[in-house]
């Protein structure tokens, strides 16, 4: 498979200005996937939710199950074909444990990170005498992403109560907490993978608080790990339950209503910015199936993309912890992590050591075209504008370069997104009605007679042809497709 290679670059595409007689310089290229082709993708931000199964044998067992609980509103929503919310979410049906007996929460942690446990079962913070410090292991997801330049942040709630990001802390005399409204707080180290590695354990860690200074300022890593505090993860009930949407919750049903709640405020926050929109993805995650470990109990996993098949599109590939790994280094083009599983955790009722990082399902059947997204590094110049008064047109020389070291194969589509009303693409071969946003011209390019391919440090050049009704700027965003943005 043809790969366009990872940028890792932080800024977001900027808008195209389209000036009279000005020259602007032009904006970072997004993009989508074909079957043959990988996508392009934007950051990424992995939200780490605890101890509830999708589904379940009884679906009011304590814990409950997520899937059409009352408790949890919004992350169903995020599961129901036509609902608003699901525009741009795809979540996968059969999504199980890691592995046989991966239990209790801190193993699947470090899964996610590593793709084994080490067969160590423990809980505990840290420490070599608990022999879950993993020092001598620099195969790690965040060890390969400093090994590659790519840049990553670990933001973990409640971390700035802690002495240390390597030490749990918690206690009910802690400042009010936005989302719950009370001082109780829970930092706790066994959900926060990073920790157990020598190299990353207090590296890049930060309060939840600047995940939304760095959205802001357009600081975030191109990978961002989350971790909620116990509470609002839905690990937790807080003491005196929690009302959500007019309802008291208590017991187990306060802990999902409480996780639900913090998601429905989060996810809209991250979607709401660049990083996002310029075809990021947001995975809500989950550590472990309740109660068993078998085909009948599943955990939620849901992708929430401009990538995603969208509308709430329900997956039954079969995936686990280890597929995520897959898919971050798919994106990012690293190799596959190579752990050891310990044996007596392999289901021998799965073929081809279905955890194993190499050979497991990706989370490509979540994605348009069925393939993983990646970063590109292809850029879009925008060149001199022209300016005809009299007539009211306007035309632009586009440059699309390959700035990686493989082949970038056509065709291409240039698309322009968020098209300002004063100005319209006449020389558009179609607007996108596949792949959102809809309704966005584009132009199909390549040299006549060339080998439809642009190579590395190749440029192609496409002409923009415009009219302007008024003497306003006509602004867009510009995203280069490998695949037909329509039917």
Not at 28 to 38: D, F
Not at 95 to 105: I, L, Q
């Amino acid at each position: 498979m043809k790969k366009i290679n990872v940028d890792q670059s932080n800024g977001a595409s900027r808008r195209g200005n389209l000036l009279r007689r000005t020259a602007i310089v032009g904006a970072a290229v997004a993009g989508l996937v074909s079957a043959a082709q990988p996508a392009q993708a934007g950051s990424v931000f992995v939200i780490a939710m605890e101890n509830h199964n999708l589904t379940q044998h009884v679906p009011t067992n304590s814990p409950q199950q997520i899937l059409g609980n009352p408790a949890a509103p919004y992350l169903n929503s995020l599961m129901t074909p036509g609902n608003p919310n699901a525009i741009q979410t795809s979540w996968a049906m059969h999504y199980f444990n890691a592995g046989v007996g991966v239990h209790p929460s801190e193993p699947n942690y470090v899964w996610a990170e590593a793709g084994s446990d080490f067969g160590v079962h423990t809980d505990a913070d840290p420490r070599d005498a608990n022999g879950n410090t993993f020092y001598d292991r620099s195969n790690h997801l965040t060890g390969q992403f400093n090994a590659a330049g790519i840049s990553w942040k670990n933001y973990e709630e409640d971390v700035q109560l802690s002495l240390s990001p390597t030490n749990s802390a918690s206690g009910t005399n802690g400042p009010v907490n936005p989302y719950y409204g009370t001082t109780q707080y829970n930092y706790a180290v066994k959900h926060n993978p990073m920790a157990f590695f020598a190299d990353t354990a207090t590296q890049n860690v930060y309060p939840l608080s600047q995940l939304f200074l760095d959205l802001a300022t357009h600081t975030v890593g191109k990978y961002n790990w989350i971790t909620p505090n116990q509470y609002n993860d839905a690990h937790s009930s807080l003491s005196g339950g929690f009302t959500y949407q007019g309802v008291n919750y208590t017991g187990d049903q306060s802990a999902i209503a409480v996780g639900d709640n913090f998601l429905s405020q989060v996810v809209p926050q991250i979607m709401a910015t660049p990083e996002y929109q310029d075809n990021g993805m947001i995975i809500i995650w989950w550590d472990e199936t309740e109660k068993g470990d078998d085909t009948n109990h599943t955990i939620p996993e849901i992708v929430i993309s401009p990538l995603a098949k969208g509308n709430a599109y329900a997956s039954s590939v079969e995936m686990n912890h280890s597929s995520d790994i897959k898919t971050m280094e798919e994106i990012f083009g690293l190799p596959f992590l190579n752990n050891p599983i310990p044996s007596s955790e392999t289901d021998p009722a799965h073929t081809n050591n279905y955890n194993n990082v190499a050979v497991v399902n990706d989370l490509g059947d979540l994605f348009v075209g069925g393939v993983v997204p990646q970063v590109p590094t292809a850029t879009v110049d925008l060149g001199v504008q022209v300016h005809k008064p009299h007539s009211q047109e306007v035309s632009q020389i586009v440059r699309i370069k390959n700035e990686g070291t493989t082949d970038i194969p056509g065709p291409l589509y240039l698309v322009l997104d968020n098209l300002s009303a004063n100005g319209t693409l006449v020389n558009a071969d179609g607007t996108t009605s596949v792949l959102a946003p809809l309704g966005s011209p584009y132009i199909q390019f390549g040299d006549a007679g060339d080998d439809n391919v642009i190579h590395p440090h190749q440029t192609k050049v496409v002409r923009l042809e415009f009219t302007d009704t008024t003497s306003a700027p006509i602004i867009y965003n510009t995203r280069l497709l490998p695949v037909t943005p329509a039917p």
